[in-house]
């Protein structure tokens, strides 16, 4: 069976520190990844997708970066945090056409 | 901008009412897909309707979609207190990745 790890579950980082979260994906191939930020009480806004290793579409301009460096790999990324980056982090995967597995999520704090 | 907007934004019911949460969207799509999220937790994917379905069944569950009225509603019959979640409807236009965009969400609450 399929399974998604994402972490970390809660990060707390001072304004202009650099991001690192990965997600990676068991039990699946050559599957698509994205990630999610979801505002607090809010619905979700897609950030980045990956049909394939090195591929990344971005959504919306921001301070924030992805990269899949391996087929089941994929990772978010930020040079300097602002306060605006805080928010809970989804990485999420899927075959074409079909539902949306998520990971449990990150928890950013930025302060 | 948000494709889906959910109606209510939140719901209170009692155990063994049924719920039911309604979606609009704003363009053609693929599919409607409805979520259900516990409290800082992941999303759980609940259902998947294709355009060309009207009504999808499972379990409590029921899904209508009215691609003349660009609407969709997700019902929840005899609600349990484990039921109680924000739910998340998500438009798929088509393309390479499925790449839902979600509504704002109902929050639900059931209480005994």
């Known amino acids: 069976s399929q399974t998604i790890h994402q972490w970390p579950a809660t990060l707390v980082q001072p304004v202009g520190s650099p991001l690192s979260l990965e997600c990676t994906v068991e039990?699946?191939?050559?599957?698509?990844l994205y990630w999610y930020r979801q505002a607090a009480g809010r619905g979700l806004q897609l950030l980045f997708y990956?049909?394939?290793?090195?591929?990344i579409s971005s959504e919306v301009p921001q301070n924030l970066s992805a990269s899949r460096p391996q087929d089941r790999q994929f990772i978010l990324s930020s040079k300097k945090l602002l306060l605006s980056d805080s928010g809970f982090y989804l990485c999420?995967?899927?075959?074409?056409?079909?539902?949306?597995?998520f990971g449990s999520g990150t928890q950013l704090s930025v302060l | 901008s948000q494709q889906g907007e959910e109606d209510p934004q939140a719901l209170s019911i009692q155990e063994g009412e049924n719920a039911t949460m309604n979606c609009s969207y704003k363009?053609?799509?693929?599919?409607l897909q409805w979520y259900r999220q516990n409290s800082g937790r992941g999303l759980v994917h609940l259902i998947l309707i294709r355009s060309n379905e009207r009504e999808k069944h499972s379990g409590r569950l029921r899904v209508t979609l009215d691609t003349s009225k660009k609407s969709s509603s997700l019902l929840i019959t005899a609600s349990r207190a484990a039921d109680t979640a924000s739910y998340f409807c998500a438009t798929d236009v088509g393309g390479t990745a499925s790449k839902l965009t979600f509504g704002t969400g109902t929050r639900l609450q059931v209480t005994l």
């Open positions: 990956s049909v394939g290793i090195g591929q």
């Open positions: 363009t053609s799509i693929n599919n």
């Open positions: 999420a995967w899927s075959r074409v056409y079909e539902k949306l597995f």
């Open positions: 039990g699946t191939s050559n599957p698509n």
